[in-house]
């Protein structure tokens, strides 16, 4: 049996995808009590989840002391060079997060790629503590990777012999296939494979001619490049490919559970939706059992054991509606993982979308609405509770940096709903 299918992730845009590579990425770190090792890749696509790695948010959370750093290729330059994979990463967060005997470059002062290769196979094996792959262990809890406009993956080209090796870790590769035409210094695909989480980000139109052929199956290293455990792909909307669309999950959710921050245009967007589809929507407020309410309104704050209920009360609305066939959708804040557990359950069907934008734009929408006094406090407090869906709660990201019938477009087309398909107009005129 080969290794499992990658499962596909479509986000909004690139600031979307670091986010969402950045919040797995913690998951996986969070998972490990041990030394947790992270393969990084070079390329611009990572850049901007580095970057992330290093704000406050994201630093304070990772165990510095326990994550070694490793990547997957390098290209054959002088470290301090500006296309020198390692120093990318340095600059954009290991420099000032990580511990300089966890960072492990590959080196390029050896004299030959072929040098620094076995070089760094030596310095992994150490690390690994054996010198065959158990696939019962992994090498890395996560390998980062993008992929090139010819479909190659770190340094491993199509065709090249390299793509083929199996008895080593790591290969000097000559000749480049693509610019940069500098030498390049490659891990091979079985010491890649070797990972819990292998994560794909794949940005920008430029990506959506070769991400068609990846997707249709082509032989091509980056279809080669699978986790012996779990592969994603996190594709942002430029880059996803007309037929992605047949590769998801069939069947129409039962219920939507639309969430974000205070103004990020839950009851807008809701409402749309619904009008759109045919399907009643809720606001998840008129949810609360009375003694919330009262509490609310003396201006005290709600406690988790005071949301529980309310939550509750929401599952077996939706509960309700899924044994009677009728579809619904609700607007919910749902700011953290545990609130969504109790809302969404075991249930494939009940499915998120995350309205998601920045503090800026969300913050003069709260400003301009009208009928609502909201203090700004009460938004960022908002934000600093919100914990977004990570890929594994499976969410309909959107930006709402859109007129709103754009966002029900964008909502529908990740969804799958066609607006000609008769099953969504069971309710509809
Ligand atoms: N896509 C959008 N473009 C412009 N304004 C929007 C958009 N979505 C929502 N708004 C406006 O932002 C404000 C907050 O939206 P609302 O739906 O009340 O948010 P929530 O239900 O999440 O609190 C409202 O004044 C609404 O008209
Ligand atoms: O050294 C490199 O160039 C990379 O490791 C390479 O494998 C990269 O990930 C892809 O070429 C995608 O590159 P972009 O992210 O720049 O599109």
């Given at each position: 049996?080969?290794?499992?299918?990658?499962?596909?992730?479509?986000?909004?845009?690139?600031?979307?995808?670091?986010?969402?590579?950045?919040?797995?990425?913690?998951?996986?770190?969070?998972?490990?009590?041990?030394?947790?090792?992270?393969?990084?890749?070079?390329?611009?696509?990572?850049?901007?989840?580095?970057?992330?790695?290093?704000?406050?948010?994201?630093?304070?959370?990772?165990?510095?002391?326990?994550?070694?750093?490793?990547?997957?290729?390098?290209?054959?330059?002088?470290a301090g060079d500006a296309l020198h994979n390692m120093t990318?990463?340095?600059?954009?967060?290991?420099?000032?997060?990580?511990?300089?005997?966890?960072?492990?470059?590959?080196?390029?002062?050896?004299?030959?790629?072929?040098?620094?290769?076995?070089?760094?196979?030596?310095?992994?094996?150490?690390?690994?503590?054996?010198?065959?792959?158990?696939?019962?262990?992994?090498?890395?809890?996560?390998?980062?990777?993008?992929?090139?406009?010819?479909?190659?993956?770190?340094?491993?080209?199509?065709?090249?012999?390299?793509?083929?090796?199996?008895?080593?870790?790591?290969?000097?590769?000559?000749?480049?296939?693509?610019?940069?035409?500098?030498?390049?210094?490659?891990?091979?695909?079985?010491?890649?494979?070797?990972?819990?989480?292998?994560?794909?980000?794949?940005?920008?139109?430029?990506?959506?001619?070769?991400?068609?052929?990846?997707?249709?199956?082509?032989?091509?290293?980056?279809?080669?490049?699978?986790?012996?455990?779990?592969?994603?792909?996190?594709?942002?909307?430029?880059?996803?490919?007309?037929?992605?669309?047949?590769?998801?999950?069939?069947?129409?959710?039962?219920?939507?559970?639309?969430?974000?921050?205070?103004?990020?245009?839950?009851?807008?967007?809701?409402?749309?939706?619904?009008?759109?589809?045919?399907?009643?929507?809720?606001?998840?407020?008129?949810?609360?059992?009375?003694?919330?309410?009262?509490?609310?309104?003396?201006?005290?704050?709600?406690?988790?054991?005071?949301?529980?209920?309310?939550?509750?009360?929401?599952?077996?609305?939706?509960?309700?509606?899924?044994?009677?066939?009728?579809?619904?959708?609700?607007?919910?804040?749902?700011?953290?993982?545990?609130?969504?557990?109790?809302?969404?359950?075991?249930?494939?069907?009940?499915?998120?979308?995350?309205?998601?934008?920045?503090?800026?734009?969300?913050?003069?929408?709260?400003?301009?609405?009208?009928?609502?006094?909201?203090?700004?406090?009460?938004?960022?407090?908002?934000?600093?509770?919100?914990?977004?869906?990570?890929?594994?709660?499976?969410?309909?990201?959107?930006?709402?940096?859109?007129?709103?019938?754009?966002?029900?477009?964008?909502?529908?087309?990740?969804?799958?709903?066609?607006?000609?398909?008769?099953?969504?107009?069971?309710?509809?005129?």
């Amino acid at each position: 049996m080969g290794p499992p299918s990658p499962e596909l992730v479509r986000v909004a845009d690139k600031a979307a995808m670091a986010r969402t590579g950045a919040d797995l990425l913690l998951a996986r770190i969070a998972e490990n009590a041990g030394r947790i090792a992270i393969c990084l890749t070079g390329g611009s696509s990572p850049k901007q989840l580095y970057e992330l790695l290093a704000t406050q948010a994201y630093r304070d959370r990772i165990p510095w002391p326990r994550v070694h750093w490793f990547i997957g290729d390098e290209r054959f330059v002088p470290a301090g060079d500006a296309l020198h994979n390692m120093t990318m990463a340095r600059h954009a967060f290991l420099d000032a997060c990580a511990p300089a005997a966890n960072i492990h470059p590959i080196p390029t002062d050896t004299g030959s790629p072929e040098r620094s290769a076995n070089a760094y196979a030596r310095e992994l094996i150490t690390f690994y503590g054996a010198d065959q792959l158990d696939p019962a262990r992994p090498l890395f809890d996560v390998v980062l990777l993008g992929i090139g406009p010819d479909g190659h993956v770190a340094s491993l080209f199509p065709g090249y012999p390299a793509v083929e090796v199996r008895d080593r870790w790591v290969v000097g590769v000559d000749q480049a296939h693509v610019a940069p035409f500098v030498p390049r210094v490659s891990l091979t695909l079985p010491a890649l494979a070797s990972c819990r989480t292998m994560l794909f980000e794949v940005a920008g139109a430029d990506k959506q001619p070769i991400l068609t052929r990846v997707l249709a199956g082509e032989d091509l290293p980056a279809n080669r490049a699978r986790s012996t455990h779990e592969t994603t792909f996190l594709i942002d909307a430029a880059a996803w490919p007309e037929t992605a669309a047949d590769r998801s999950p069939p069947g129409l959710p039962h219920a939507l559970i639309v969430m974000g921050v205070s103004s990020s245009g839950k009851s807008t967007v809701g409402q749309a939706l619904g009008r759109r589809l045919g399907w009643r929507f809720e606001d998840g407020d008129s949810f609360h059992p009375p003694a919330n309410v009262a509490k609310m309104s003396a201006g005290q704050p709600l406690t988790d054991a005071d949301r529980w209920p309310w939550l509750q009360a929401i599952a077996d609305e939706i509960a309700r509606c899924r044994a009677q066939g009728e579809p619904i959708i609700i607007a919910c804040s749902a700011l953290k993982k545990a609130y969504r557990k109790i809302l969404v359950g075991d249930c494939g069907n009940v499915r998120l979308v995350y309205l998601e934008g920045d503090r800026e734009l969300i913050g003069d929408r709260m400003g301009h609405r009208k009928g609502h006094f909201m203090p700004t406090g009460l938004l960022d407090s908002q934000f600093a509770t919100l914990e977004p869906p990570g890929v594994d709660e499976h969410p309909v990201t959107v930006s709402v940096d859109a007129p709103v019938e754009t966002i029900v477009d964008d909502i529908l087309q990740q969804l799958h709903i066609g607006q000609d398909r008769p099953d969504c107009e069971r309710n509809g005129s």
